[in-house]
């Protein structure tokens, strides 16, 4: 996912970043509300004017679209071999982008840290992420030949990864930043494609509760099979064991 890119395009991109950092470094330490696009622009050392060139708000610095990414995510996508089945192609699509995420370490768990602080900025974040599940959906219409506007395949199929992509950041920011995030989401992956058989004695959850069974037609307890759910996820991986 590596894409040659000239002078003008590196210098700009290099701003945005600097004018995230500020801004998260910034919001981090003095709070949302405290914190003024003026202050977030002299931190980066450039014009308040060129803040706006980059970001039309404070809250789009913090948590908005990463520059070229939807672009970046679509062409990685519709690169992947013909053979692939989508969900292991968006699986490899978006280990890559874990990989860099891992690159950019202490500004994504600042970005996990001000979301959790500040709730209502979450709406922005499910918004950008909207974003990349439609591009990328659109790829998944175009590899298989249906159309994601009246299919339901292209969004299902993005949205399960997306879905997982999610919950192993969050996952990531909740204690586990000394795991690979590459390694969870592998992991999370798997746990799909086996059709997410819930955790036992010899796999217990991260907190450490099992979740309770639902009431069998006497009143007591039952074990649920998840078999349908694993040939339903199965018909999306396919390959991907």
Known sequence: MVTEIGRRDRKRLSTHWRLRSAALRLVAEHGLSQVTV????EAADVS??????????????????????????????AARPATEAPLVALRAVLGEL??????????????????????????????????????????????TQTDPDSDLYPALTTAVAFGVLRAVVMSWRGGERAS??????????????AGLPAPNAGHP????????????????????????????????VGSAK
């Open 38 to 41: 003026e202050e977030i622009a």
């Open 48 to 77: 308040i004017r060129t803040f706006f060139n980059h970001f039309p708000s404070k809250e789009d610095v913090i948590i908005g679209l990463d520059p070229g990414l939807v672009e970046h995510l679509a062409e990685a996508l």
């Open 98 to 143: 874990t990989a860099q995420m891992m690159d950019r370490d202490q500004e994504w768990t600042l970005r996990m840290e001000v979301l959790h602080r500040y709730p209502a900025l979450i709406p922005r974040a499910f918004a950008a992420f909207a974003t990349y599940e439609r591009a990328l959906a659109e790829v998944i219409g175009m590899r």
């Open 180 to 193: 690979d995030l590459p390694g969870l989401l592998d992991d999370a992956f798997a746990r799909v494609s």
């Open 205 to 236: 959850s991260r907190r450490g509760r099992k979740a309770a069974a639902p009431p069998g037609p006497d009143g007591g307890a039952r074990l649920v099979e998840p078999a349908g759910l694993g040939r339903a996820t199965a018909h999306l």
